[in-house]
C-alpha cells in the first residue's frame, strides 16, 4: 500500500513552454503532498506544500507564478513549470502524507525528469 | 529551524562489510528522525524513522539507526552490506511550518558504494 505516482517520468520540452506534472497517490487519500526538486548530486529542496482545497504554501525564494500547484482532490496535485527554461530542468519528486498517519511519514512519487531545450 | 548533517559525500565498503552512514542533526525540542535511500533516477524509498521509544530502530532490507541524544547523531548501519545497497542516503528530520504544517528537511546526501 501506500503508492504515490507521477507521469510523466520523463518530459523534453522547448523553451516558453509549459508543462504540467502529476502526481497521485493510488491506494490512499492525501490532504497533504509536497513538492520538491533535485539538482543533479544534491539534495531535495522542498518547494511547495500542497494541501486538498487550499491554496499551496510556498518556501521562500520559489516563484508562485512560475510553479503553479494545484491539488484538485485528495489523491491528485499538479504541479505546472510556465514558461520554462533550460535552468528549469531538473528532477521533481512529489510526496504525499497519509491522512491517517500522524507522525509525518511521506510516501514518494518516482520523480519527474524535466529538460528543457 | 531543525537541520541533519551528513558529514560524507561518499562512503565505500566491500561486500560483506559492516556500514556506516553517519547523520547528526539539530533540533529544538524533541526529534522526529528518517532515512531514505534513492536508487538511480527514482523517487526515495522510505528506510526507517526515529519517533520516540528504543534508541536502536530496525528498518527495512536489514538496515538498522541508532538515536544517540547525547551525539545528537542518527547514524544508519547494517552489519553486512551488499552490493545492490549501493545509492544514495538521505537523513531528514521534521520541521514544522510557521503555518503550523510540518515538513521534511533533508541532509545533503551521501552515496554508498559497495564493491563485490
Known amino acids: 500500500g501506500a503508492v504515490v505516482s507521477q507521469h510523466p517520468s520523463r518530459v523534453i520540452c522547448k523553451s516558453g513552454t509549459s508543462v504540467k506534472i502529476e502526481c497521485r497517490s493510488l491506494?490512499?487519500?492525501?490532504?497533504?503532498m509536497f513538492w520538491y526538486r533535485q539538482f543533479p548530486k544534491q539534495s531535495l529542496m522542498l518547494m511547495a506544500t500542497s494541501n486538498e482545497g487550499s491554496k499551496a504554501t510556498y518556501e521562500q525564494g520559489v516563484e508562485k507564478d512560475k510553479f503553479l500547484i494545484n491539488h484538485a482532490s485528495l489523491t491528485l496535485s499538479t504541479l505546472t513549470v510556465t514558461s520554462a527554461h533550460p535552468e528549469d530542468s531538473s528532477f521533481y519528486i512529489c510526496s504525499a502524507r497519509l491522512l491517517a498517519r500522524l507522525n509525518n511519514e511521506q510516501f514518494f512519487g518516482p520523480g519527474t525528469r524535466l529538460t528543457v531545450l | 529551524a531543525q537541520s541533519v548533517a551528513q558529514p560524507e559525500d561518499q562512503v565505500n565498503v566491500a561486500e560483506g562489510n559492516p556500514l556506516t552512514v553517519k547523520c547528526t542533526y539539530s533540533?529544538?525540542?524533541?526529534?522526529?528522525l528518517f532515512w531514505y535511500v534513492q536508487y538511480p533516477n527514482r523517487g526515495l524509498q522510505f528506510l526507517l524513522k526515529?519517533?520516540?521509544?528504543?534508541?536502536l530502530v530496525k528498518g527495512s532490507y536489514g538496515f538498522e539507526a541508532e538515536f544517540n541524544k547525547s551525539q545528537t547523531s542518527f547514524h544508519l548501519k547494517k552489519p553486512s552490506a551488499l552490493v545492490s545497497d549501493s545509492a544514495l542516503y538521505f537523513c531528514a528530520v521534521r520541521d514544522l511550518m510557521n503555518t503550523g504544517f510540518q515538513k521534511l528537511v533533508f541532509g545533503t546526501g551521501t552515496r554508498l558504494l559497495v564493491s563485490p
Open positions: 526515529y519517533i520516540t521509544g528504543d534508541n
Open positions: 533540533v529544538s525540542g524533541n526529534p522526529y
Open positions: 491506494d490512499f487519500q492525501a490532504t497533504t
